[in-house]
């Protein structure tokens, strides 16, 4: 049974940083791992999307990576800001459909103003 | 934000009674899914479906029911709820592409008395 896992559960960055957040996942075998934001009260707003064939994929100030044969994903968030404060979750697909997705518990993420 | 609307936002309800949560879409997506969210776990997948009158179980379905008479509503009961079932529910669409990502409703929260 996969099993995904983002450590740390919570971090405190200043404004204006780099950051990376981790994703772990034990089986190697998936079809497309996802990055999500959640924002408190709400429901997960997808950021990013790779396929089991790509090593990365950009959108804006995010750069999401995949390393399929050590089981991890990073999301690198380039000059933090403020309004990036969520919890980031991160989600492994092992087929095609997203039923199969299994979900992480999430990164509490804070800037620091 | 996707066309996604759940009802109600917030319940509070006693053991046994019965509760229906709805989600409307105006995306016309084929797939729709329901979810919980609980702390210390990843979201997990209660029932989804592929198509009008087409759903399946996902992870956590016992204790719920789906149905699905219109490409644009999917309604999740709990037949008779239990404390167990307090929780945060979310309804997620995808459309039918390879990878199609996930886009989720702002959740109903549920809390059974």
């Known amino acids: 049974k996969q099993e995904v896992t983002q450590i740390p559960a919570a971090l405190s960055v200043p404004e204006g940083e780099n950051l990376v957040l981790n994703c772990s996942f034990t089986d190697s075998a998936i079809y497309n791992l996802q990055w999500f934001r959640q924002d408190p009260g709400k429901g997960l707003t997808s950021l990013l999307l790779?396929?089991?064939?790509?090593r990365e994929q950009t959108s804006g100030r995010l750069n999401a990576s995949l390393d399929k044969s050590s089981g991890r994903s990073t999301l690198y968030i380039a000059a933090s800001q403020p309004g990036d404060s969520a919890t980031y979750l991160c989600a492994v697909g092992l087929s095609f459909g997203n039923e199969k997705l299994t979900f992480g518990t999430g990164t509490r993420l804070t800037i620091i103003p | 934000d996707a066309g996604i609307t759940q009802s109600p936002r917030h319940k509070v309800t006693e053991t046994g009674t019965p509760v229906t949560l709805r989600c409307h879409q105006t995306e016309n997506h084929r797939y729709m899914y329901w979810y919980r969210q609980d702390p210390g776990h990843g979201l997990r997948l209660i029932h989804y479906?592929?198509?009008?009158?087409?759903?399946d179980k996902g992870e956590v379905s016992d204790g719920y029911s789906v149905s699905r008479s219109k490409t644009e509503d999917f309604l999740l009961t709990l037949e008779s709820a239990t404390s167990s079932q307090t929780s945060v529910y979310f309804c997620?669409?995808?459309?039918?592409?390879?990878?199609?990502?996930?886009?989720f409703g702002n959740g109903t929260r549920l809390t059974v008395t």
């Open positions: 997620a669409i995808s459309g039918t592409g390879h990878n199609s990502p996930l886009h």
């Open positions: 479906s592929y198509g009008v009158k087409d759903t």
């Open positions: 790779i396929q089991s064939s790509q």
